[in-house]
Structure formats: C-alpha cells, structure tokens
C-alpha cells in the first residue's frame, strides 16, 4: 500500500495529539477508556490560509513542528496511514508553546 499524505486547505491544522497519560502521579495504572485526549499536540501539517472579501490572503501563523494547546473539544479525527490526527482551524487552537 502507498503511503498518503493530507495538505489541509484554507486556514485548517493538522494535529498529533501527544500520548494519552496512562499512569498516575502516584504509579497508579489507568485503563484507556477512561484516560482523556490529551490538550497538547504538534502541528503536522498547516494550509495556506485564508481569504477575506478582498481577496488577501491571510497565512496561518503556525509551522509544522509546533507544540499547541488543544481545545478539550472540536476538531475531526482523520486516520492517514494508521496514525489517528485531529483537523483543526486555526482559530479553533487556543495557544503555541514556546
């Protein structure tokens, strides 16, 4: 099978969420079905932007390779050869990490 790839169009992000946290503070094991996403995740690959009535374009301000601050809800989950990414728009992203 080819390996595909996903360009996100207009102002979307794609995003890897980072690993779900399996054991506790304490050494306690959780089990999956009752870990939460992840807030945090890295930019995988970012549109071109968007644009307003007067036709200039907007670009995104993220890159490829940023960490960002996820909302706990929204995005679409898109699986692209057996790895689980999220689609967000950027206004959608609440912050980069520095």
Known sequence: MLA??????GDRVLVRRAAK???TAGGLYLPSDKT?????GEVVAVG????????????????SGDNVLLPEYGGMKI???DEELVLFRESDILGKFE
Request: charged share 35%; no cysteine.
């Open 21 to 23: 946290e399996t054991q």
């Open 4 to 9: 595909r790839s996903l360009a996100p169009l």
């Open 48 to 63: 071109p932007g968007e644009r307003d009535v007067a036709g200039n374009l907007h670009q995104v301000d993220l890159k």
């Open 36 to 40: 939460k996403d992840p807030n945090e």
């Open 79 to 81: 699986t692209v050869d």
